[in-house]
């Protein structure tokens, strides 16, 4: 019983509250761009998806079909892949 009043003035940590507020100042940002521009959203999350891609299929592809990979190895496919889709 004596643990109720700490319970009523619970509070939030630091971190997360203010991650809470990144998110929610992302979501209304995400909300005036669609709505002063609607077709800069599609083709942002088309280049998101794209870029998305670009860098975690060859890790993917290479990390599924040889049994020696390295971290290396991983960070470099990333990096190509993120250099070659942003330079194209």
Excluded: C, Q
């Amino acid at each position: 019983m004596r643990d109720l009043p700490r319970a009523l003035r619970w509070r939030l940590p630091d971190e997360l509250f203010w991650g809470r507020v990144a998110v929610l100042a992302v979501a209304v940002a995400a909300a005036v761009f669609s709505l002063v521009y609607g077709d800069l959203i599609a083709l942002l999350g088309t280049f998101a998806f794209g870029t998305f891609a670009a860098a975690l299929a060859p890790a993917i592809a290479i990390g599924l079909n040889w049994k020696r990979v390295t971290a290396s190895a991983a960070e470099a496919s990333i990096a190509t892949g993120l250099t070659v889709n942003l330079g194209l």
